[in-house]
């Protein structure tokens, strides 16, 4: 592959909307041809006999029995709010008329 010229990099930048000095221009441009030579690397493994994958580690849900169960603590809860009456929280009227 090509080197990465510092023209592509003043392209690219232009249509990113970066302002870029020149300097940074070729700081990018040799950063973009280390990267590239990197995934040229990669490429060059041998992934033919690898399971497709969606994670690095294998992750297992535990589930817990879903059980209704019932539970006598509405008084505690009541009494834990603001305001109430009845068996219900009161709250401010929000709703005109």
């Known amino acids: 592959m090509a080197k990465i ?6 392209k690219v930048s232009h249509l ?6 020149e300097n940074e221009i070729n700081n990018h441009a040799d ?3 280390k990267i590239l030579d990197y ?6 493994i041998d992934t033919d006999d690898v ?3 969606t994670r ?6 535990v589930f817990r ?3 209704n169960i019932n539970s006598d603590c509405t008084e505690e809860l009541l009494e834990l ?5 009845d068996k219900y929280f009161k709250v401010p009227k929000i709703i005109n008329d």
Request: aromatic fraction near 0%.
């Open 16 to 21: 990113a909307r970066l302002e870029l000095n």
């Open 5 to 10: 010229t510092n023209d592509e990099v003043r």
């Open 31 to 33: 950063q973009l041809e």
């Open 65 to 67: 029995k879903d059980e």
């Open 81 to 85: 709010g603001p305001s109430r009456e």
């Open 39 to 44: 995934i040229k690397q990669l490429e060059q």
């Open 51 to 53: 399971p497709c994958t």
């Open 56 to 61: 690095a580690i294998e992750v297992i849900n």
